[in-house]
């Protein structure tokens, strides 16, 4: 069974309107972490937001908020008001276990984001 | 800024000749980093958990001696392909942890800018 699900392979988005990205996860460890890339054609990996499962409150950073539902194991990505540059593939990823055992990452399927003018 | 440094960013060697991508923390040291692989339009999948001083760990199905991984300090590890071949054409990418930096960003992963190796 696949730890981390993308369902969207892709989805358009008009600039300046919101988009939710969907992820589940599967994990039995009561500790662990979600992640949320963002890779442009570039290939680089840019680091979007993070939520530890103990973590109460929904994680925020800028214009990026993560929609935490512990009991439907799910991590939904908010984009607020697209950005043309915010056209990417986009990567949920968790790291299993207490973090001081290491940050290795599942990485799920990914969606790639189109923001149109 | 970066903070993680990998170089080569491109390579096209022949098959049956070896490739080494260099990972390097800047401003950080890394006890652990980890290789990822990504072909096209797919996800990226673990191969390695690179342990400075120690063998690196590998997932499984990655061939140890295909892909040897030198972590020989605290600030740089290095990926070789050993005897390439078609197959082996892909985007390689390293990631490490600054743990120095305290509470929820210690867990931020930094990431290379990427290796995308061709084997003709």
Redesign the interface.
Same mark, same amino acid.
């Given at each position: 069974a696949q730890k981390i699900t993308q369902t969207q392979p892709g989805m358009f988005v008009q600039e300046k309107e919101a988009v939710t990205l969907d992820c589940t996860y599967d994990t039995s460890d009561q500790s662990y +972490?979600l #992640?949320w890339?963002k890779q442009p054609s570039? +290939?680089?990996?840019? #680091?979007l937001i993070?939520q530890?499962s103990y973590d109460e409150q929904n994680?925020t950073e800028g214009r990026y908020s993560l929609n935490f539902q512990k009991a439907r194991k799910s991590a939904n990505l908010v984009i607020s008001a697209s950005q043309l540059g915010d056209s990417a593939m986009y990567?949920c990823a968790m790291?299993e276990g207490y &973090?001081a055992a =290491?940050? &290795?990452?599942? #990485? =799920? +399927? +990914?969606t790639r984001v189109l923001v149109k003018p | 800024g970066a903070v993680v440094s990998q170089h080569p960013s491109r390579v096209i060697c022949k098959s049956g000749t070896s490739v080494k991508i260099e990972c390097r923390s800047l401003d950080f040291q890394a006890t652990?980093m980890?290789w990822y692989r990504q072909f096209p339009k *797919? @996800? $990226?999948? $673990?191969m390695a958990?690179s342990n400075e001083g120690s063998k690196a760990t590998y997932e499984q199905g990655v061939e140890k001696d295909k892909f040897l991984i030198n972590h020989a300090s605290l600030t740089l590890s290095t990926l070789t392909v050993t005897s390439a071949h078609p197959e082996d054409s892909s985007?390689y990418?390293c @990631?490490a942890?600054n743990p120095g930096t305290g509470g929820?960003q @210690?867990?931020? $992963?930094?990431?290379?800018?990427?290796t *995308?190796l061709s084997v003709l």
């Open positions: +972490g #992640f890339y570039s +290939g680089e990996m840019i #680091f993070y530890g994680a990567f790291r &973090k =290491g940050n &290795k990452l599942t #990485f =799920g +399927g +990914g | 652990t980890f *797919q @996800s $990226l999948m $673990l958990t985007f990418i @990631s942890r929820a @210690s867990e931020k $992963l930094f990431f290379g800018s990427g *995308q």
